[in-house]
């Protein structure tokens, strides 16, 4: 696992620049650094060592050293392809997975992508047409980001590296706090930066003569099999998800798994036998705190087991140190439960396997039953009436039932815009200084429900979460925050042929009156115990909701509610009124709250000092620990 930036041009002290966009990204490859640079371009390059430990230091080149390859990520059937290639006459240097994808790119070209399979963020400079190819993994594991300042073409593995280009002119972009305060994260393609953008999942881009142009070359598309039947299903998914976990346990250093109490990792985690795994928890009850139940589960698979209690002061002191990991604000405070849990694995092994993937792919989130709870609701009711209703109980204090009469007024495509949905129209210009950037967060999601037109509702969710959600949340978090802590993190679920078997399940097999990710529990089933295999979904829950009634984080909160930077963006009296009502036990504002504090945390980083974007440290700040300590 590794980090990567360059720039195309030449400009005054070019290798000073270069060492200062890789240094910055150094947590991502502790291990060793690589440059290359001609009169065309300025590559970068740092080194979690996983495979070929003494060989694999970067660039790699062609045979005739034409092509100059950097690479982040992991291709797990290199063995194969690397055969394929040497019988074409392909001489190889090393024993890398990333030397495959510079012969490969040298024989297929743009079709080499789609023989790949892992994740995946790479960059290849052909010194022969002066062009750079650019490429992103299916699912948007591994990270890629690019801009244009002048005639200069930048892209790196984390937007930091960016802002360490002395030409780069750093602007807050307006529109994506619109859709942050909607969605929780930054929509991809559009960044917090003006003008930077991440290469969305299964693309690639060239750079040609000035030019940028990026091209798809695969997306998850479903395609129920209605023939299939149960026992079906549950043998191709064991199947391929057992040779998809030994796939990606291939390394030449040790790999541990973290385990929760969901069926997701406890699934992997089966595969672990004698090997490590690792869960974190808060001191809040068994709700939050997973712990126990992983630790029982451990016993009987027969893994050795780490464990990691989160108190408060260190989850709040460490607010400011995710935030700069993350790049942009993510308002999930889940991330900051990933940063601990991958911090402890950290001190162990060099790299884990994970359940992320597993909720979109195979129907696991309990939102996905909406269609079939709110059918009769629906049916009973005419549209217009339903739509009247849910205006009159939104003005009401909040009440048990509310939210299934004002969620089970609008059909899916108006109603659902992902897991997460912080702030509709109205409170967004409520709360805004400036309301004339608001949008409906439903036009963004309209072009992925152009693509599934004719799909049932579930199929429709389960797409949109898979090209929003997934990839702004989950697998954005996932990288950031394994990597602050240089522990390479791989996803079993999320892998193309798992995603064969996935995309043929009809609807019944995913979601039903039973259960969510039916199917694939029916497999996990074979392996667990059944209380685990059949757990309801928790998450990764976090005691937010707890913290902010308590006067410690309360004050906290508030006081960034009254600065400077929250004057700029918003209406504080607003926003400090949903704080209150949440305190005071008059609603449930909680991640309202805390989307808008994150953002402010974030914005402070970096743009509250011009001349500052350095890593906070992970331990609460002075002022934190004294407001901690008041009675």
């Known amino acids: ?124 400079w052909n010194r022969t047409d002066e062009s750079l190819f650019i490429a992103r993994d299916f699912f948007g594991i591994k990270p890629m980001h690019y801009t244009q300042v002048g005639g200069h073409f930048l892209y790196a593995s984390e937007i930091k590296s960016i802002l360490k280009f002395p030409g ?226 939104k003005k009401l204090p909040h009440f048990k039932g509310q939210s299934f009469i004002i969620r089970g007024s609008r059909e899916t495509e108006e109603k659902f815009i992902g897991n997460a949905f912080m702030y509709d129209d109205e409170d967004k210009r409520r709360i805004l200084k400036d309301p004339s950037i608001v949008t409906r967060p439903q036009s963004l999601c309209k072009k992925f429900y152009d693509r599934v037109r004719g799909y049932d509702q579930e199929t429709k969710m389960q797409y949109l979460d898979i090209n929003l959600w997934m990839v702004g949340d989950i697998l954005l978090k996932a990288d950031r925050m394994s990597m602050a802590n240089s522990l390479e993190l791989r996803v079993p679920f999320l892998d193309k042929e798992v995603f064969k078997v996935a995309s043929k399940l009809p609807t019944r097999l995913r979601v039903n009156k039973k259960n969510t990710k039916y199917a694939m529990r029916q497999a996990a089933n074979r392996h667990l115990p059944q209380e685990t295999a059949q757990k309801e979904k928790l998450g990764f829950p976090v005691p937010t909701r707890v913290w902010l009634r308590d006067e410690k984080y309360y004050n906290i909160v ?18 400090t009124q949903f704080l209150d009502d949440h305190y005071h036990n008059k609603d449930d504002n909680s991640r309202k709250v805390w989307t808008i504090y994150i953002f402010l945390v974030w914005y402070d980083i970096y743009f509250g000092d011009p001349n500052d974007v350095t890593p906070h440290r992970a331990s609460p700040s002075l002022l934190v620990l004294l407001r901690l300590a008041m009675p």
């Open 168 to 393: 780069f002119e750093k602007k807050f972009n307006y529109r994506t706090l619109d859709n942050y305060l909607s969605f929780q994260y930054a929509v991809p393609p559009e960044t917090f930066f003006e003008g930077v953008y991440c290469l969305l999942p299964g693309h690639y881009l060239w750079y040609r003569d000035g030019k940028v142009e990026t091209t798809r070359y695969w997306e998850a598309r479903f395609n129920p099999d209605e023939s299939l039947t149960e026992e079906q299903a549950v043998d191709e998914i064991e199947k391929v998800f057992e040779e998809s976990v030994n796939a990606h346990k291939i390394s030449d250093v040790e790999v541990g798994c973290f385990l929760s109490s969901g069926v997701d990792s406890s699934y992997v985690s089966t595969y672990f036998a004698d090997q490590k795994t690792f869960t974190v928890g808060f001191d809040f009850g068994e709700k939050y705190n997973e712990i126990s139940w992983a630790e029982r589960l451990s016993k009987k698979i027969g893994v050795e087991h780490h464990t990691h209690l989160i108190s408060s002061e260190e989850f709040w002191g460490n607010v400011e140190h995710v935030q700069y990991h993350m790049d942009q604000p993510l308002a999930d405070p889940s991330c900051i439960a990933l940063y601990f849990v991958s911090k402890l694995a950290s001190e162990y092994v060099k790299v884990v396997l994970s359940g992320e993937g597993a909720d979109e792919l195979f129907g696991g989130y309990t939102i996905y039953n909406e269609p079939h709870v709110f059918k009769a609701y629906q049916k009973i009711l005419p549209s217009k009436f339903r739509l009247w209703l849910a205006k009159e109980v």
């Open 558 to 575: 508030k006081e960034k509610f009254h600065s400077e930077t929250a004057k700029k963006f918003f209406n504080t009296d607003v926003i």
């Open 1 to 124: 696992m590794c980090g990567l930036c360059g720039f195309t041009g030449e400009i005054v002290d070019r290798d000073a620049v270069l060492e200062n966009m890789t240094e910055v990204i150094t947590h991502r490859g502790p291990d060793s650094k690589g440059f290359y640079t001609d009169d065309k371009i300025s590559m970068g390059f740092r080194r979690l060592s996983i495979i070929d430990l003494d060989n694999g230091s970067q660039p790699i080149y062609n045979e005739d050293k034409t092509l100059v390859l950097m690479f982040n990520g992991e291709i797990y059937n290199y063995k194969q392809l690397r055969k394929e290639l040497q019988e074409k006459g392909h001489v190889f240097a090393t024993d890398t997975d990333s030397e495959v994808l510079v012969h490969g790119f040298e024989e297929w070209r743009e079709d080499l992508l789609n023989r790949l399979r892992g994740m995946f963020g790479f960059a290849i």
